[in-house]
């Protein structure tokens, strides 16, 4: 039975001390600090490459980086724990004082104190009429406690309300993220111009399903790019506008329309939006074999490496016997110079140039080792040729012939569901309504009380300035010598 | 006007800022330097005379003003000469960060008796300015695309203003620190005599810090609805959001300890700086050394 009480009080005292204040600020400090590694390592989920490349530069230290969760700090047990301490703590602090606070509102103000001189802004004045003190103080908004020979007034309750409000709408946003990442999903697919993406599993590259999203719940839209336009600024090469036009139907099947997405204008179809991340150029060739049979004719998508759009792949033609390879690069505005050979000088097609070496040998598509599209693994092949071509220029390899045909821009189009960010947005809206409300309101009281003479006090919350003249405003206003 | 005049324009008046605020800052060093006057033979009683550089301190005001404007100008200017809002990279978050910096301590040069910060203030912006137009200038430019947004303007002249309060406040939480130190052990020193009592230092930082966190919560928002429309995700760790949150945790973590647990006075002065230099190493370090999306500086 001891035992029992005693387990008890201690967890009620351990309660107490989640919810107090230093707890609280002590919580904050740490959830500050904890985020730090987070910026100072690379992260998986933002950086895997580097993460790979950390491991290969620091191989004694990065496992040990790893069993602490230092590359993946924001979904560590110890981040959570802290976090998750903390929302417990501020549940625990807000709930109850929520609910004073409602009670509150329809209290009267605390009973006058018995010794208002050991309160601040303490003044006698000459007897002054409670009834003038009253009707002034009502005019001014106060809450108001008569009693037979004093005053208690209060003003500002909006201060707590705005307070607890904004505590409240931290949980909100909480929980808006983790309905986020339960129930949401995130998805790449690479389509040529002219291409169409249909959303179903199989569509995409690469995708990822929150805890309880499924396949299943994947909303029935389909995506045709039918033109893209990058405008470049010649003086510098950057960038100054995509834009990306699609015909688009939702559900699959029904009428199409035409829509444009641009990098800060996504497509919308309920929680879920189509974003334009990346583009970049497939090339397109005809490889025939040795009889003129056509065995390859298409674009192949390019992954670009500068700013200038210079793109490497690989081109494979598995049907010829023996195998057919071409690793490439494509230069939309083909130059030379000593150092870096071939490469472009302008992200835009003016002088398209395709480079290729080419590989005769065993591809490796069938060994079952998942490969890069951008890449070929040569260790099995012999190189039979090397050549630039200029468009529709052929190129004949011995076992066969290539012809550069032209090229198609393709886009990456970024697929994300997230059910939980309309929560998260109202959650921040009211956190800043919240916020403002609590930290312009002044709260603060008033007493007044009947002796010989007239006693006024004050006291304001958190020694907000103000409440002097506020005071002295008072008592000009009901003193009968104005 | 061309877009390569107004660009061209902007350049000068930048630099005719900086040298106006130079003079601001001899100025203000002429007012707290020559108030000192010898102790009187026979006593270690050492007597100031205010009255005898009050004129220089004026002045001192007056050149900072007068710097603002120049820089107010150069900055819409640079904006102009883009066509755009002039935070596009590093250069124009440095030259609009310092006008924003200076306007905070104008805003409350009017309100309190302050004119001391002329000093650190007027050095800080010097050095800023300098920085950026040896260090980060890059020619006026139109944006990339991702930078295309309305929430741009929003989201970073927000964060802007921010930092200006919140580096002010800093200013003001390291006056403390150091007066408080002095008045520790030999008094407050000569030159700090004219300065506000070591309260009126506290609750001043204090205010600042209160009246720009809703501002700077908005920012960090106006930045995640941004974030939204261009990377399909309103927060993703990226080191320069995982600053601003430790920035925004931080500065919660001050307010927290200043209203329910009751700090004042160097804890609170501590705690503001530690929250305020969150602040200035993202804006610093990321900016130049960092990776991610946030890295449009061109450094
Ligand atoms: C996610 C964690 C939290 C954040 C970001 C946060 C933030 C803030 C901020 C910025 C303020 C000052 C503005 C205002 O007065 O409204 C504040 C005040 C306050 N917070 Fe928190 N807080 C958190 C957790 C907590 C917890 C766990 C508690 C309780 C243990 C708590 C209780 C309070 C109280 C009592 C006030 C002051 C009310 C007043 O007198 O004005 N907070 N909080």
């Not at chain 2, 919140?166 to 407050?188: D, M, V, W």
């Not at chain 2, 920035?247 to 804890?267: E, F």
Request: proline share 5%; aromatic share 12%.
């Amino acid at each position: 039975m001891s035992t029992y009480l005693d387990s008890r009080s201690f967890l009620r005292w351990g309660w107490r001390q989640l919810t107090s204040m230093r707890t609280a600020l002590i919580l904050l400090l740490l959830l500050g600090v904890a985020a730090i590694p987070g910026s100072l390592f690379p992260q998986r989920t933002q950086n895997p490459m580097q993460v790979r490349q950390y491991f290969i530069d620091n191989p004694e230290l990065a496992p040990w980086l790893d069993r602490l969760k230092l590359f993946e700090v924001f979904s560590s047990p110890w981040f959570s724990a802290i976090y998750l301490l903390l929302f417990i703590s501020l549940i625990g602090c807000v709930l109850p004082r929520s609910i004073d606070h409602a009670k509150n509102i329809f209290a009267k103000p605390p009973l006058t104190p018995k010794y208002l001189d050991r309160m601040e802004h303490f003044t006698e004045i000459k007897k002054v009429d409670l009834d003038l003190v009253e009707a002034y103080l009502r005019k001014k908004h106060y809450r108001i406690r008569r009693d037979s020979n004093s005053i208690s007034a209060e003003k500002g309750y909006l201060r707590e309300s705005g307070n607890l409000l904004f505590h409240l709408s931290l949980v909100l946003i909480l929980i808006a993220v983790g309905v986020g990442s339960l129930f949401g999903m995130r998805g790449d697919s690479i389509i040529n111009v002219g291409e169409r993406f249909v959303n179903t599993p199989t569509s995409y590259d690469s995708v990822g399903f929150g805890k309880y999203q499924s396949e299943s719940t994947l909303k029935p839209f389909s995506i045709t790019a039918t033109k893209f336009v990058a405008t470049y600024d010649p003086a510098t090469n950057a960038p100054i506008d995509y834009e990306l036009t699609v015909k688009v139907a939702y559900p699959f099947g029904g009428t199409e329309r035409s829509e444009v997405i641009k990098v800060n204008q996504p497509l919308s179809f309920g929680s879920t939006n189509v974003y334009l991340q990346a583009n970049g150029y497939s090339p397109t060739v005809i490889v025939r074999d040795k009889s003129g049979k056509v065995v390859f004719d298409g674009p192949t998508t390019f992954l670009p490496q500068d700013g200038n759009l210079t793109s490497i792949g690989s081109i494979k033609v598995p049907d010829m016997s023996p195998q057919i390879g071409f690793v490439s690069s494509f230069l939309p505005t083909a130059d030379r110079d000593e150092i870096r050979g071939g490469f472009s000088s302008y992200p835009e097609v003016l002088d398209p140039r395709l480079l290729f070496a080419v590989w005769k040998g065993d591809l490796g598509l069938n060994t079952g080792v998942p490969q890069s599209v951008y890449r070929i693994d040569t260790s099995e092949m012999e190189r039979i040729g090397l050549k630039a071509l200029v468009l529709n220029e052929t190129y004949d390899f011995g076992e066969g012939s290539i012809t550069f045909t032209g090229w198609k821009s393709w886009v990456n189009l970024q697929i994300v569901d997230d059910p939980g960010k309309g929560f998260a947005l109202l959650g921040a809206i009211l956190a800043i309504l919240g916020l403002l409300i609590s930290l312009f309101t002044r709260q603060r009281r008033v007493w007044i009380k009947q002796g010989r003479k007239t006693q006024v006090a004050g006291l304001a919350k958190n020694g907000i300035p103000g409440l002097e003249e506020e005071i002295a405003a008072l008592i000009k206003g009901v003193s009968n010598d104005k | 006007m061309t877009s390569r005049t107004a660009a061209l324009l902007s350049n000068d008046l930048v630099y005719a800022s900086m040298a106006i605020f130079a003079l601001a800052f001899l100025a203000h060093a002429i007012e707290v330097a020559w108030s000192v006057k010898a102790p009187v033979k026979g006593s270690n009683k050492t007597k100031l005379d205010f009255n005898r550089t009050a004129r220089a301190g004026r002045i001192g005001s007056a050149m900072m003003i007068l710097a603002f404007l120049l820089l107010f100008v150069g900055v819409v200017l640079r904006g102009i000469s883009a066509d755009r809002v002039p935070w596009g990279n590093m250069y124009e978050f440095s030259i609009t960060g310092a006008l924003a910096f200076t306007a905070a301590y104008l805003f409350v040069l009017k309100k309190y008796e302050l004119r001391w910060l002329g000093l650190p203030v007027s050095i800080s912006v010097l050095l800023t300015l300098g920085t950026a137009v040896t260090i980060l200038y890059v020619p006026s430019a139109p944006l990339v695309p991702a930078l295309k947004s309305i929430w741009l303007t929003i989201h970073v002249s927000t964060a802007i203003i921010s930092g200006g309060v919140f580096l002010l406040a800093n200013c003001i939480a390291a006056a403390y620190l150091i007066i408080e130190k002095y008045e520790k052990s030999t008094g407050r020193p000569r030159w700090a005599i004219k300065l506000p009592t070591l309260e009126v230092l506290d609750t001043l930082s204090y205010r600042l810090v209160a009246l720009v966190f809703p501002l700077w919560t908005f920012s960090v928002i106006a930045g995640a609805i941004w974030a939204e429309a261009a990377w399909g995700r309103y927060w993703g760790w990226d080191p320069k959001e995982t600053w601003a949150f430790i920035t925004w945790v931080a500065y919660a973590a001050y307010l927290h300890a200043r209203v329910t647990v009751g700090w004042r006075g160097r804890k609170a002065a501590w705690l503001c700086l530690f929250a305020g230099s969150t602040f200035l190493f993202n804006y610093v370090y990321i900016n130049i050394w960092g990776t991610g999306k946030h890295t449009y500086s061109g450094l």
